[in-house]
T-cell receptor, first 115, second 114 residues
């Protein structure tokens, strides 16, 4: 069956270090992969999108990699801050091979940046 | 711009009752979606719409109906609520096809069915 896996346990990182979150998927061939941030009691907020033919994407302190051979995306936050503490969701467009369907989301990784 | 708004924010229903959740967006987006989020399950797509007057089933459509009579509004209906429908419901919209563009999410509706 199709599956998206993210670290299920909370990730604790010391302020100033780089946080790295993992998204693995099986039985998919997504054209796009997206990362969202979700704070408690709020809706997800879009962070980055990377296409299947892109290896890496950057936005300020954020970096995403996409390895379609390993079926894995890594999400990095450099110089992490306590304000970066949130749940981060990985999402793929997989319902019908990239059509106008919704996204399939991983369960998310809860990131805690400790001062 | 208000972005994506959802009404109501909270609701408690008894089993068998019906209700409609309203989603509105002011960004002129073609595509709109309804998701539910449950602990340990992540976000799951219920129904979606690729334009005014169109709707389609997502991953978990049973027990729900939707309508998109106006481009800016997407309604989610529960005809006979069940405890299994206790969840947080999120509406989202996008300008581009689902995967190729970011989705803008509303603040969510927390629904409890007793």
């Amino acid at each position: 069956s199709q599956k998206i896996e993210q670290n299920s346990e909370a990730l604790n990182i010391q302020e100033g270090k780089t946080a790295t979150l993992t998204c693995n998927y099986t039985n998919y061939s997504p054209a796009y992969l997206q990362w969202y941030r979700q704070d408690p009691g709020r809706g997800p907020v879009f962070l980055l999108l990377i296409r299947e033919n892109e290896k890496e994407k950057r936005k300020e302190r954020l970096k995403v990699t996409f390895d379609t051979t390993l079926k894995q995306s890594l999400f990095h936050i450099t110089a992490s801050q306590p304000a970066d503490s949130a749940t981060y969701l990985c999402a793929l467009d997989v319902f019908s091979g990239g059509g106008a369907d919704g996204l399939t989301f991983g369960k998310g990784t809860h990131l805690i940046i400790q001062p | 711009n208000a972005g994506v708004t959802q009404t109501p924010k909270f609701r408690v229903l008894k089993t068998g009752q019906s209700m409609t959740l309203l989603c509105a967006q002011d960004m002129n987006h073609e595509y709109m979606y309804w998701y539910r989020q449950d602990p340990g399950m992540g976000l799951r797509l219920i129904h979606y719409s690729v334009g005014e007057g169109t709707t389609a089933k997502g991953e978990v459509p049973d027990g729900y109906n939707v309508s998109r009579l106006k481009k800016q509004n997407f309604l989610l209906g529960l005809e006979s609520a069940a405890p299994s429908q206790t969840s947080v419901y999120f509406c989202a919209s996008s300008y581009l096809l689902a995967g190729s563009g970011e989705q803008f999410f509303g603040p969510g509706t927390r629904l409890t069915v007793l």
